[in-house]
């Protein structure tokens, strides 16, 4: 007798809620407290003034992530939970006319009439709220949003990225620092890039090009304001 083997597939999509927030955290954690870092130093600042501005812009930077993404991706979920309390009406409300409506989106995307017909009914008669959420709306439990997540993922992505700067800002001697500093990130920088397109099926070349100059150009603007002004902070 033949077995039939389980084909497993495995999205990325799943993935986006957190990799997104903690691709731009950790990405955010090397590139500002790098840049606050280069800022200070070039400013002439004391190495112990230039800790500090790194371990304060770690903390700081942390904390900002992550109420900056609670509070974004709590008012995705609030408006999430606004449709799907509004489609929960409508399905007591006109049931007849959600079937309908239903029906014709399967129409719409090549089904015919007849069968798309049959497809709604039985959904309706499973979950009709599901249906209508995933297939109306476009939502689905794996880009549903997640606050806490989010907000975790960012702070933690962020302190993990923040720390190489710090890290470096701590053992470099004075003279070195400002090189240290930006090509410790700007390697991190670039590995990260790499890392996060490949966790999300993207190309990891362009990612890492693309991260890198715009970490080495936002550097490149702090240092300059910082020799600008030359004060000691």
Do not use: C
């Not at 084909?7 to 999509?13: A, K, L, N, P």
């Not at 509004?86 to 069968?115: M, W």
């Not at 302190?159 to 470096?168: E, F, L, T």
Request: net charge neutral; no cysteine; charged share 15%.
């Amino acid at each position: 007798m033949t077995r039939l083997k389980t084909h497993i597939e495995r999205h990325v999509i799943g993935r986006l809620g957190w990799l997104r927030a903690a691709v731009l955290g950790a990405n955010d954690g090397v590139l500002s407290t790098s840049s606050l870092i280069i800022g200070v130093a070039s400013a002439q600042g004391t190495p112990h003034n230039i800790l500090i501005a790194g371990v304060s812009g770690l903390v700081a930077g942390a904390m900002s992530m992550a109420a900056g993404e609670y509070v974004s991706v709590s008012s995705q979920a609030d408006s999430e939970n606004a449709d799907l309390t509004r489609e929960r009406k409508e399905l007591h409300d006109d049931p007849a006319g959600e079937l309908a409506e239903l029906t014709q989106i399967y129409v719409s995307r090549g089904l015919n009439q007849r069968l798309s017909t049959e497809v709604a009914t039985s959904l309706m008669a499973h979950d009709p709220l599901g249906a209508h959420a995933r297939d109306e709306l476009g939502l689905s439990t794996a880009t549903a949003a997640r606050p806490v997540q989010a907000a975790l993922s960012s702070a933690a992505a962020f302190a993990v990225g923040a720390i190489v700067p710090v890290g470096i800002a701590l053992i470099a001697p004075a003279h070195l620092l400002v090189a240290s500093v930006s090509i410790a990130s700007l390697v991190f920088l670039a590995v990260l890039g790499a890392v996060g397109a490949r966790v999300g099926g993207a190309a990891m070349g362009i990612a890492a090009v693309r991260v890198t100059f715009w970490g080495a150009f936002a550097m490149a603007v702090t240092a300059g304001i910082g020799a600008l002004f030359g004060t000691r902070v």
